[in-house]
């Protein structure tokens, strides 16, 4: 057993097919490496969860962490009964759109593991955060955890082997959280009913979705026309307005982006409320951007940028 081993993982940002993901249709999802979860394990007396959400031990973990709670529970019933400290240290936002459930979990998993010096395969990562991920979220399509246990760009499609994106180009996005909790839970459930009660209108709506989903990567592999994607983002957004699931917070950073200079701009993740993200030009555009919508009161910005190094 180790003295102290740690767990990192990254948050992740859907660049298009949000909801369409959950009846089948692409998404485009990238981990978000501005913003991670570092998990420390230690030996402790009896075991004790410690974070900026909760303090305390297992037992009295609220239920919005009651996946993580369940895995822990097992992962430390299979690998050891020692009790331990787990102490969870994260910069991504939670309940923003940037999978910080699935995050949390893999990076405690990952400490776990290694605390117990057990090998961890992605197979098996992958199927303790989607688990995790179920009592969470419902019925989640598993784009998050697959985005955050590949740590790549996936485009991914339900039921379907993963592949994996190379970006050809640089791309340039400002992201911003409007400081107000995501509903992804609620907004899921209410776009089935939506599609049930009302199928004709609807559906067709996720089928454009994966379209622009299909077009946007088709410009990413090969040559990025920001304008092009940005007018293909900014049409997604409008489908997703019409499903219900924006909201006032978002669609005034969205304008505040598109005022500016920005290509395109959207909601990432569940939406009402959580994070946008914009694409621009270039890191000029990128600043331009990130003060409107500092100004605009987000609660928080980034500029990022996709097709660097390992991307
Ligand atoms: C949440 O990050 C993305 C949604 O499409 C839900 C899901 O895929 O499970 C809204």
């Known amino acids: 057993m180790a003295a102290l081993a740690t767990g990192i993982a990254t948050a992740k940002l859907i660049l298009c ?19 991670i979860v570092k998990t420390d ?7 004790s969860f410690s974070s900026a959400f909760f303090e305390g031990s297992l ?20 690998l050891g009964s020692q009790s331990v400290k ?24 990952r400490g776990l593991y290694a605390y117990f010096e057990e090998p961890l395969s992605e197979k098996v990562l992958l199927d ?30 339900k039921n ?18 409007t400081g107000i909790p995501s509903e992804t839970r609620s907004a899921v459930f209410d776009v089935g009913n939506l599609l049930q009660e009302n199928p004709q209108l609807y559906q067709p709506m996720i089928v454009k979705l994966g379209n622009i ?31 219900t699931v924006s909201d006032a917070s978002l669609e005034k950073l969205i304008l505040a982006a598109l005022k500016n200079g920005a290509a395109g701009a ?10 946008m993200i914009s694409l621009v030009k270039n890191q000029e555009n990128a600043r331009k951007v990130a003060d409107a919508l500092q100004q605009e009161g987000a609660a928080r910005v980034w500029i990022f940028t996709i097709g660097e190094d390992n991307q």
Not at 90 to 104: Q, Y
Not at 217 to 240: R, S, W
């Open 128 to 157: 303790w955060v989607n688990q995790s991920e179920k009592i969470a979220h419902g019925k989640p399509s598993g784009v998050d955890a697959v985005t955050v246990v590949t740590g790549k760009p996936v485009w991914f499609e």
């Open 266 to 275: 959207k909601l990432t993740g569940g939406g009402r409320g959580g994070c």
């Open 41 to 47: 394990v230690t030996e402790a007396a009896e075991t």
């Open 160 to 177: 379907k082997s993963l592949e994996l994106i190379h970006f050809n180009q640089k791309a340039h996005f400002v992201v911003a959280d």
């Open 86 to 109: 787990i102490e969870v240290m994260s910069d991504v936002p939670i309940g923003r759109g940037l999978g910080s459930s699935a995050a949390v979990a893999a990076s405690i998993i």
């Open 213 to 243: 989903s299909r077009e946007i990567k088709k410009y990413f592999e090969t040559d990025l026309d920001v304008v092009q994607v940005g007018l293909l983002m900014t049409e997604a957004q409008g489908l997703l307005e019409k499903l």
């Open 17 to 35: 097919g949000e909801h369409a993901v959950v009846y089948g249709e692409p998404a485009i999802s990238v981990p978000f490496n501005q913003a």
């Open 59 to 78: 037992d009295e973990m609220p239920t919005f962490l009651a996946g993580i709670k369940e895995i822990t529970e097992l992962i430390l019933k299979k």
